[in-house]
């Protein structure tokens, strides 16, 4: 059987792939101008007994840059500490928190948005926050992996080394690869992946809401309108009724008056 990513392939190079490829192409040029740029790289790490940490990731090596400076400071805790569990929590704390700066930039985006609602609600703000609506659900299930992640490397460590070492046949350590002061750090990367997942529902929560409002104010706007209307209609249509009828009276006058047949 052919592997999925090559059927993938296949299917790319198909006259269907290519055009579902120039339709998304199309569609993200089009929300281009209201996104917020969000670069999204792999990264992957391994964690050895013997205090091995292997980082490999997309990008250059200014990902790494507050970890290096770390490093070269002797009264630092990666520095004094030789737990390589240590290390592999601070590359992950430095991915949530470069993922907190994203949401600071997704809040600041609605923020405006919010302000030219209130101010002078029109279409071009909802094609805005729709854009915005469904970016946060996208990262919203790139987050979730990273969140289970973490509560797993807390909750499971030992269980899951355990469960590995039982299957390739050698004897269970006594504990996993995290440290019990890693995972206190672990606990503070969790609670922050909570906040950011929670920004994230405030923020779509939002986006809908001031789409709601836009619409409840056009609908606002239209039944004024139409009371307008139908006042004009009622002053005015009583007096239409009455000036016609004096007209055709008096056309009726003029017309007997010189003889002319009215048919």
Known sequence: MPSLRWTEAMNLLSPEGRKRQARIAKLEALKK??????????????????????????GDRSFGNP???????????????????????????LIVDQTLQVIEKYGDKINESETKVLLKPNMEVVRSLHIL???????????????????????FDTER??????????PAPAQGYMSPKTKVYLADIGDH?????????QFSTMT????????????H???????RMTLFMIVFLPITALVNGI???LLRYFTTQANIPID
């Not at 070269?72 to 030789?82: E, G, S, W």
């Not at 609506?133 to 909750?155: H, N």
């Not at 909570?194 to 529902?201: G, P």
């Open 161 to 170: 080394t355990i469960a590995a070492c039982q299957v390739a046949g050698q």
């Open 247 to 249: 007209l055709c009276e």
């Open 67 to 93: 970890i290096y400076t770390r490093l070269r400071h002797a009264d630092t805790v990666l520095r004094r500490d030789p737990d390589a569990s240590l290390l592999l929590q601070s590359v992950l704390d």
């Open 193 to 201: 992946l909570e906040t950011i997942m929670s920004s994230l529902d």
């Open 133 to 155: 609506s469904a970016d946060l659900t996208l990262r919203k299930r790139t987050m979730q992996p990273l969140k289970s992640l973490i509560y797993g490397l807390r909750r």
């Open 208 to 219: 809908d809401n001031l789409i709601d409002f836009v619409f409840n104010m056009n609908s």
């Open 221 to 227: 706007t239209t039944n004024d309108q139409m009371k």
């Open 33 to 58: 101008r209201d996104r917020v740029r969000v670069l999204v790289s792999n990264a992957f790490f391994f964690l050895f007994r013997d205090g091995t940490v292997i980082s490999i990731h997309q």
